[in-house]
């Protein structure tokens, strides 16, 4: 069955439901609806699942991604799986991947299931087509991604697969259908998760990303995708590379308590002794800058002199592959100027290592293309006229990070860099940037972005570099030999300081640890069990509704976050609604303070709830303290839905979208309200308000907000059918039932 927004049967859907080969529910008629219902009913039910986080000496690791190849996903993967089978008493980790290419050359197993990889055809289609085919494709998706589900599952089970790292797999969904299997496979398995996140497809609306955007016409497919790009589960946890790209994601959204930072252990590049620099064969000649055209075979070379003749040459290495988004012609352009500048006089070799990108779109490389032409005929412009000395420019379509031995790699290239520059203005991490400062290289980079200042901020604290914008470009000399040197040795000094091997693997270990609150878990049995005797058990199609309220800081959130993980440890399906999810943004209420019963959306929560109890599962707004965008949490239910809030339990007034309080109580199957003591409730909320560090007008009016909310909330005590008095502490809990069966 499909449903509209409100919650009705869309016309056209056929209602006759059937059960899938792998228990998927599907229609003749698909929908993403339908795509939604499978992720909600998948999720694990069984045990105390915070408890697979604990790491014993026998972990088996997986690292999951979409190919292997000379980028930097592939590098950071393969140096953090150095770094796990270092890990005392742990097995030897393997990369599981879609699939591999000429330039991959790491040393750690590999298992190749080619359902992961991309580019991908389905997924290419949905992004382009599916607010117009969503029954043909979400059909697809779902056959598709319970299919390759069942090999991952196979793949974990026969290799003992305790614990799973996935690289950019589901914050960046170029593949949906493997995005989507890796969360059915996992959940099936009850295997913890931790999604290793370096860019989201929400970051930029340009160039090979602009598909995401695409997906805005409809609603339903852009929350199935917000949905798996940041899946909620006890057993999936995010991390990032650095702290300023971890406080970026929670300003997006994201619980704070499940993204913490894993750091790359960089390695030192160390040049192979049998291998020169300048080693490349050489494909294509080019002598016009009219003739260019990028493409993904051969080595292209541009200018008219060798390398083998005896002139001084400057080799400038721009590490990076080739796309729109990394601004390697404006930024050539801009180093050609400075080098002027400079007044440099040796022949200039410009070498670019990366390959076209494959995510990229044939108008983007056409473009690409076009702009090289246009850098080309300057750099002639400038040589023509004594302004600089000849240049040559290489690239190299791609070259291996690591070393086999036997063919050029990025170790050689660093090696024989004068210079190295990195073009990009959007980034979460450099892991180039900090091979090359290792290898005592220059280095010069391009200023990123807003909001990537402050990643930038950090990544490049305590280094020594060029900074290059299009406006004021703060560069040093890097042939001044003396200085030179000593720069490269500050900053090697600084990098070893930052990434060794011990630190990613302490930053592992302390992801993976259990976080579980036993104290309120254990009165989230006594509750439940409470439930199961007033209320009754509910199943899907009929959810029971529960209200907890209660007044600020009392323990609605986490008893009732401790009823849900009973619920699946019992083997059942609960959700947890916040009326905080719902505050509409920068609206006060009529009194002027930040938080009231009219700020709140009643009817959008009313209106998600109906879907919930119907047994739909329903992307709902997930609000966490102190962060002001919402994300979206996939909720699901077979048994009980559990509304929580300081105004849950009001019975009159009105919400700022009109819905109607006294519809919600209509709505409730039994009412519950959490008393604490004012002294204890005040103490907490000054505890939580100072920690956001507003300063103190701020905290000073939202204490008195905190008073007045007390006093108003605590005449919804009456609406309760069970009062639940809990210590500050939570060392012991009371019940008093106010009504009758």
Known sequence: MRLDKAGREHPNALTQLHKG???????????????LNSLGGCRSLRGDLTALWQRSESSAVAFVTNRLSSDGVSVVTELQARSCSQIPGWLAPIIITGRTDRLWSGKTACQLVPGLSIPDRLSDLIYANGAEDSDLYSLELLTLASDLSLQLRRVFTDNGISLIIAQNTNSLPYNLVAAVALIMATETLAIPV????????????????????????????????????????????????????????????FDPSKISVLSTPVIEPVAHPDIRADSFDVGDTITSPLHFQLNHKSIIEIGCFRTDEGKAKLTILFPSKLSLGKNIPQTMKLCLKLLSALNVKSVIQIIVSGAPYDMESDRGLALLTEEFMNLLQFADGEASSGRLPPCQFVFLCGTPRFSDGQRLTMDELYGGADLVVFSSSIETDCIGLSEALLAKKPCWIRRWDSPYADIFEEVTARLVIGVLSETASVVFDFLDPIAAEQISHHNQGMLKERSPVRRFQYELLNLCRPSTQEKAATFGREILDLLQERV?????????????????????????????????????NCVRVSLDDYVQEGLRSADGRAYGRDVINIAQLIQDIAMLKKGFASPLPRYYHGVAKRNLVLGYSDSWIIIEGVYALSKDGIGADGGSYDALTSLSDFDIWIQSERSDSLKRCLSFDSGRKLGPEWLVTRFNERIAEWHETRRDIGNARIVITVSDSWERISCDERGKE
């Open 21 to 35: 080969s792998h228990g998927l529910t599907t229609t003749e008629n698909m929908s993403w609806q339908e795509c």
């Open 194 to 253: 931790i999604h290793q996140a370096f860019d989201f497809y929400w970051q930029h609306h340009s160039y090979s990303r602009k598909r995401f955007e695409m997906t805005g016409e409809d609603e339903e497919l852009a929350a199935l995708i917000e949905v798996v790009a940041s899946w909620y589960s006890p057993l999936w946890r995010f991390s990032a590379p650095n702290e300023a790209f971890r406080e970026m994601i929670v300003k997006h959204g």
């Open 536 to 572: 009754g058990l509910g199943h899907r199609g009929n959810a029971r509704i529960i209200r907890l309220g209660g007044t600020a800081a009392s323990g609605k959130s986490t008893l009732a976050d401790a009823i849900v993980e009973e619920s699946r440890a019992r083997g059942r």
